[in-house]
């Protein structure tokens, strides 16, 4: 009886301890067992899942999920046109850069304009928050796959860049997929090439409609600047080149200013010869400007962009310090001059009733001088665009955006006259 009681318990235990291991091993199993896509490419409704099938593929090691975009999901704008996705892709230290410096630099671009955040990133160490944006199904296929590959191939880009998402209402993509297979064998040493395989279609034959969609700059402008994390915000154009180390030379200027009222720091912009290599310092750049090979931003296209920055002023100024500081305050402001500059994000938002071409941050810095902010030239820091741009004819669609635009403005001053009761350029008897 006592035997057979012990075999009895023996058994049990033995069972207990069996069903244990098994357990165990079948939790090891899950653990472990790449959970790979069968088919190619990986392609899921509206949420794109990716696990470690491939070795550290675009840099997803500790991440396992590639996109944060339900595009059942995102916020409206203002006036449900638009769709918005904040930070579809974090970059690993984003959150760390934003509070160890004190200036984000937030842009905005369509896919044929991204390689340019390979040169911005590398000369840009603190967090940037990029704001992107798609048409439609095939081309939102061809933007994430480009951010990924830019991941893939660059540690900055994959360090510094929150990356968010803004959809047309329109023609709204459904879903979206990315072929990982295909993301291992783009050449990381061509990203022009690279970018221009992806978007080969884009544009053309059926989707002609593209081009004339109006862009929503100032849409994607809000949804960078909101998505930034530090006191101080530099917005630029995707393609605007900081000069090198500006966000570190940017903390030492900022510690120490003093602004009693409402300031922005004028940041210079010059457009530089294709031919030349991205000048090391001010000297360099004023040596170029001097044999014609770089010159203030839109000189030729539409001087008042820029004029009042004053850069004779800022060329005059040479071997000064090193260090960041202000060259000189904008005495002559002017209606359409539009600079870009550092400031907190207090800044008036960018309205974005102005959609497509025109009005769009001019709208802006004149809301800001009219509430009375000053601007002051810092110096010796500065950017480029490249290329010397000549005035060329516009495309119908592209006037037709600016004239919609114009009559907007004619409300937008009215309003901000209104606001501020202050009409300091006498737009009111303007006609513009
Ligand atoms: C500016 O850059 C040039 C060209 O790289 C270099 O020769 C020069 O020493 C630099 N000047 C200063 C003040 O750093
Ligand atoms: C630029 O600065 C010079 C020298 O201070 C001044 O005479 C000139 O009026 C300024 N021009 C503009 C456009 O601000």
Redesign the pocket.
């Known amino acids: 009886m006592f035997q057979i009681q012990c075999r009895l318990w023996i058994l049990s235990i033995s069972a207990i301890l069996l069903l244990f291991i098994y357990n165990i091993t079948l939790t090891l199993k899950l653990m472990y067992t790449p959970v790979c896509p069968k088919e190619n490419p990986v392609q899921r409704p509206t949420r794109i899942i990716y696990r470690k099938c491939t070795k550290d593929i675009a840099g997803l090691h500790h991440n396992d999920r590639i996109f944060n975009v339900d595009l059942n999901l995102g916020r409206w704008d203002e006036r449900r046109k638009y769709k918005l996705f904040d930070n579809i892709l974090i970059g690993d230290e984003y959150s760390t850069l934003g509070s160890s410096f004190k200036t984000c630099l937030a842009s905005q671009s369509s896919v044929e304009k991204l390689p340019s955040i390979i040169e911005v990133s590398s000369h840009w160490n603190g967090p940037i928050s990029l704001a992107t944006f798609a048409a439609y199904e095939d081309e939102l296929n061809a933007l994430l796959m480009y951010i990924l590959y830019l991941r893939k191939c660059d540690l900055g880009i994959r360090h510094k860049i929150a990356f968010h998402l803004a959809l047309a209402r329109e023609r709204r993509p459904k879903s979206f997929s990315i072929d990982l297979d295909r993301l291992e064998t783009l050449d990381c040493g061509k990203p022009l090439e690279v970018l221009k395989d992806l978007i080969k279609d884009i544009n053309k034959g059926p989707n002609k409609w593209r081009s004339k969609l109006p862009y929503p700059q100032n849409h994607l402008r809000n949804l960078a600047r909101k998505n930034c994390q530090t006191k101080y915000i530099f917005l630029t154009d995707v393609d605007i080149i900081p000069s090198k180390e500006m966000a570190e030379s940017l903390d030492v200027f900022l510690e120490k200013v003093d602004c009693k009222g409402q300031c922005a720091y004028v940041v210079p912009t010059y457009e530089v010869d294709e031919r030349v290599v991205f ?6 750049l004023v040596r170029l400007a001097n044999k014609g090979l770089a010159r203030p931003f839109h000189h030729k296209v539409f001087i008042y962009n820029q004029y009042a920055t004053n850069f004779t002023r800022w060329q005059n100024q040479v071997n000064e310090d ?1 260090a960041v500081h202000v060259s000189h305050p904008v005495t002559n402001f002017e209606f359409l001059y539009e600079p870009f500059y550092i400031a907190t994000d207090t800044v008036p938002p960018h309205d974005e009733r102005f959609i497509g071409y025109g009005y769009t941050r001019n709208s802006q810095v004149y809301e800001m001088f009219v509430a009375g902010y000053e601007f002051l030239v810092l110096s010796p820091i500065f950017t480029c665009h490249w290329g010397l741009q000549v005035k060329r004819t516009r495309p119908p669609w592209r006037e037709h955006q600016n004239n919609l635009n114009r009559k907007h403005f004619d409300g937008f001053k009215r309003e901000i006259f209104a606001k501020y009761n202050k009409d300091p350029l006498n737009m009111m008897a303007r006609k513009t």
Not at 279 to 284: C, D, F, L, Q, V
């Open positions: 000048p090391a310092n001010k000297t360099e090193s």
